[in-house]
């Protein structure tokens, strides 16, 4: 078992499907597509799991992420091959404006995640555990007794209020 | 470097020196994300503090102008979560990230008023005027990207860069010759951007490096100090906008704004400045700018103000070709002569309230005639000193005339050296004494 991430997202800003087309679109351009990690007011961005994540990387030459649409319930795994983070709060624009959707290109996010690929996934194949939500430190208390447990379901995952799960998988 | 104590640059100076003792760059990260500062020249306070030494005695960098030239690429490598940052990197690092998403808005603007090319060369002055960096730009949707391919010491014209493509390898040397080929004048300074479409601006003048130390002086002395409660400003010949846009955009007490240029073609490429740079809808009050295409006429506009700007033409004319301009097209007008300067002088008691202050740009090319025009109820001010700002003598429409160098050489004090001919600028406020 390995400790991966699982991010969420929905369609705010495109049409049904448009965020994962988008992003498909331009890796098959360039082999390669950065994606936004937005966080809400309320998070925090984890450092030390970035840091974890990105030294594994380095090693392993990338590592496989997932992500969760909450509006559809669909959920994609990715090739991640870096990981780029705001040293200070005021998050950083894309950093390649020619590999990232249009409509990131007037924001601002505390951390980028280049993917090799994207593909679409069956929950009902792949075994996750819990591991913690760093991006809220104040719930860990509150979901202790999640940790270690399996997922039961995306719909269980959609309820806990954060855009990033630490999970344990088999890569 | 021109550097004139502004409260601004000293806010900075002290957020660098905070960042030092504290360990942390707060300070200089909320004053550079202050909206209202977002013409404040970052460089310059590290200039100022002194580089590299202090907060970044452990950057890997030993010049500004190396971690300038890198700064794209370095960015990267801070953004890596793995990295451990000094506070030093921090403060350069939240500098850079201002900086450049100042021209990607800038650019962005430009791009829907101005319809300025998908990709090409920005002239990007920085530091008091000491550095001008040579950046490629490229639009990609909404944002674009950047790359800083040169830079010009203490530029001496606003395309100073002749020596810098000899040191360049090849690769750079190609980006500065497609930005000389342009046919797109794009001059960055302090939060504007003028862009000048040669095709279609091409009997507009500038952006001249003149033009460039005025903005410079009314930055640090006006915009960063506030000692002036400036409501009401005009510029006679506004050229290419520069210093009308700066006014509109980084004055922040501005309700009213006159400018006028005896050329159409100027008139319209300062409104496109003009809106392509101003912050108009995030103003805390109305401004209204009006544009006049026409001669100046002192009683034209029957205001006083609190600032006048003036970049005049102060090239005498040797006797020969006095009768000359009377013919000759308004662009021949806008350099040859000093009649612009007379009109303004003596009406400085009709353009100015009292305690106003009129920015004319002189040279020691007249500067004898310039200063004898000042009335003498007037305060004179020489923000540059008696010394004043030697720059390259560039004007195509002198140079292919010999006559006219050789007047100027003789009689004018045109210095000559080498193949370059150089002048000084003396800008000078004066002030209509109040009572």
Redesign the interface.
Known sequence: MEKTVILRFRDLVTEEGGTIRDHASLLEKYGEVWWGWWMRPYEIPP?PL??E???RI?KQGGLIGYLFDTGSTRLYSAHISR??????E?G???????RSP?YY??GRYP??FLLRSLKEVNFLDLKFIYDSFPTMPELQGTLAQLQGKRVSSLEQMRQIDVTLWVVQTEQ | MILLNSPLHQTLLDAIREAETEGN?HKW?KVL?TPNSSFADGFLAILDYGFPKGVFANSPFHELDEWLLKAEAWR?D?????AT?DVGS?VL??LW?QFR?TL?QLLRKSRLNSEIPQSGGLLVFVGGLSKCLIMRYEM??????LQAVGIVQDPKSVFDFWGAIDQVDMKTRDELKTILASGHKLVVHRGILVHVDRLRDFDVFGPSIDTLVLAEILSQEIFESKQLRCETAMEIGCGNGLLTAAIASNCESIRELFAIDTSFSAVSCTQRNVFSSGRFITRPQKLSVYLVAGPFRPSLINRRFDLVVCNPPYIPLPPTMMTETSQVADYFQAVGGTSLIQTVLESVHILLRPGGKLLLMASSLSLKETLSLIPNDCKVFTPLGEKGLEVIFDVYAVLKRPEWVQYLRESCGLIQQGNLYFHTLHPIWVELTAG
């Open positions: 450092r970035f840091q994540l990105s030294n380095q990981i780029l983070m705001a040293p200070l005021n950083i624009p894309t950093p390649e404006p020619e249009s290109h007037r951390a980028w | 760059c990260n994300k990267r801070i953004l890596d979560p793995a940052h921090l690092y939240v990230e998403s990607i990609v949707g909404e944002t674009a990207t």
